[in-house]
């Protein structure tokens, strides 16, 4: 984030939306597919606007090294990484302060969510892979991330997605891209949970006042419900193509493995 530029004929036009063509409010587009690996029991691929993003879980399983065990309870590791070719200027592969400080925010968020306490002793892995970056990368990590422990069958309470506001030229606008956020103001990226809409990550660069942040709250919420509806239609159509494929592969045993190992 710049912060140094406030011209707002920089970010907007004349007819009021920005020069990306977008609303104040408006997210960019977002796709997400879940179950897109065959290696790993939970993933995702996300593409928003020109961030994609692949997830993949696996566990609950042994925890090691073992002095992260709980023993009440799994450990959620998340883990950030933006690839070398992700963005313009090659980033230099492995962890940074950066990726460490949102592999912590992603972990703390998903663990609000993820039901811990029948697995003790475990580590549940979220691996998440930057593979273009366009601003925005931890929102839409947090959001695949979630859908891959879904797709893990990991129970959750709920989903939570992330999204982020910020401030251009004077203005709170939804969403910011990589054109936006190195000019931007202000920056307050947030996880939203789908039920019970609690705030599970929030954090702030720059400064708004009073009315600027209500006005970032409102978008943000706004927004997280409808990157609710999409993680909850990934999820439906994977599991659609799942029903749609087991009378093929698995016969009527498949249908109903329950009464067949009983017969047995
Ligand atoms: N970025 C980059 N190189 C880096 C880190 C970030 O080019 O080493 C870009 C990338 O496009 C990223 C954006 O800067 O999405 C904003 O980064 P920030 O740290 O604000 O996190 P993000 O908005 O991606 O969650």
Not at 12 to 25: I, P
Not at 123 to 142: F, H, K, S
Not at 209 to 226: I, K, P, R, S
Request: with cysteine; aromatic share 6%; net charge negative.
């Amino acid at each position: 984030m710049g912060g140094l530029s406030v011209d707002p004929t920089t970010f907007f036009r004349s007819d009021g939306k920005r020069v990306s063509g977008r609303a104040v409010d408006e997210l960019r587009p977002v796709k997400i597919e879940a179950h897109v690996l065959e290696n790993a029991p939970g993933s995702c691929y996300l593409e928003w606007g020109k961030n994609k993003i692949v997830a993949a879980v696996f566990g609950p399983r042994e925890c090691h090294p073992r002095h992260q065990q709980r023993q009440d309870r799994a450990v959620v590791r998340a883990t950030y990484n933006m690839n070398a070719f992700s963005v313009e200027d090659r980033k230099r592969p492995g962890l940074d302060r950066r990726s460490q400080e949102i592999s912590k925010v992603v972990s703390e968020a998903l663990a609000a969510v993820v039901l811990t306490a029948p697995f003790p002793r475990t580590a549940i892995d979220v691996y998440m892979e930057v593979l273009q970056a366009d601003a925005g990368t931890r929102c839409a990590a947090l959001t695949a991330a979630a859908v891959a422990v879904a797709d893990a069958g990991i129970p959750m309470t709920e989903l939570v997605a992330a999204v982020a506001s910020g401030k251009v030229g004077g203005t709170v606008v939804l969403d910011l891209d990589k054109y936006e956020d190195n000019a931007g103001e202000a920056d307050l990226p947030m996880g939203i949970t789908s039920r019970t809409h609690r705030v599970v990550l929030m954090q702030m660069d720059g400064n708004f006042t009073t009315e600027q942040y209500h006005q970032a709250l409102d978008y943000n919420f706004a927004a997280a419900g409808v990157l609710h509806e999409k993680q909850r239609d990934a999820l439906r159509s994977r599991y659609q193509t799942v029903a749609a494929r087991q009378p093929q592969e698995g016969g009527a045993e498949a249908e109903d493995p329950g009464a067949s190992s009983e017969e047995e």
